[in-house]
Structures are given as structure tokens and as C-alpha cells.
């Protein structure tokens, strides 16, 4: 059974920073992608970043490029997102997502919040 646990949310300030984590387990393979979605109130839930199993592919939505980095360890099966120069913009409930290459098929986590204060 996968599961992915994530953690780090919290509140900040703007112009702070968090580091979301989110371990995947369950997974026969490296074979799957790894990212974030989130979800603001009255919003629909929005990609904000995801990873290939070989790190070759990364997406970014424009309006946190230049301020958050993905990365994952596959040795840990966790995916890491450093968020920096946070705005009230930003705050929404973070999924972690796991999507199974060759399936296509979507795991979520539970989120988390993460809130920003001006």
C-alpha cells in the first residue's frame, strides 16, 4: 500500500521561508515522479512543482520560480520543497503527489498547511 507522509508546514512571515518534506513508501520501483500541488480556499487545487524518478525533468509554476527548489533522494524516497520569499499568496494546504510512470496512476498525501502572514 503507498503512502506518502509529508511534513514541514507551518506559519511564517512574508519573506520567510519554509521546507516541506514528504516520504513516499509502498512503492515496488523508483519508477514515479514525485511533486506538490495546493489548494487555496474557494481555489481549485494548482501544481506548484514536480520531479522525475531521474531528477531529468522538473516543472516549476511561473509564480514560484525563482523562489522554491525541488529536489528528492531516492535513497530516502523523499521529496524535498525549499520554499523562500514567501508571500500571502502562498498560503493554501500543500499535497505531496506521487505519480506512477507507465500507470499514470496519482497517490496523495494528507497535506499540510502552510500559512503566510503579512
Known amino acids: 500500500q503507498v503512502q506518502l507522509v509529508e511534513s514541514g508546514g507551518g506559519l511564517v512571515q512574508v519573506g520567510g521561508s519554509l521546507r516541506l518534506s514528504c516520504t513516499a513508501s509502498?512503492?515496488?520501483?523508483?519508477?514515479?515522479?514525485l511533486g506538490w500541488f495546493r489548494q487555496a480556499p474557494g481555489k481549485e487545487r494548482e501544481a506548484v512543482s514536480c520531479?522525475?524518478?531521474?531528477?531529468?525533468?522538473?516543472y516549476y509554476a511561473d509564480s514560484v520560480k525563482g523562489r522554491f527548489t525541488i529536489s528528492r533522494d531516492n535513497a530516502k524516497n523523499t521529496v524535498y520543497l525549499q520554499m523562500n520569499s514567501l508571500k500571502p499568496e502562498d498560503t493554501a494546504v500543500y499535497y505531496c503527489?506521487?505519480?506512477?510512470?507507465?500507470?499514470?496512476?496519482?497517490?496523495w498525501g494528507q497535506g499540510t498547511q502552510v500559512t503566510v502572514s503579512s
Open positions: 509502498g512503492f515496488t520501483s523508483d519508477d514515479y515522479a
Open positions: 520531479i522525475g524518478h531521474r531528477d531529468d525533468i522538473v
Open positions: 503527489n506521487a505519480n506512477e510512470e507507465g500507470t499514470g496512476y496519482d497517490y
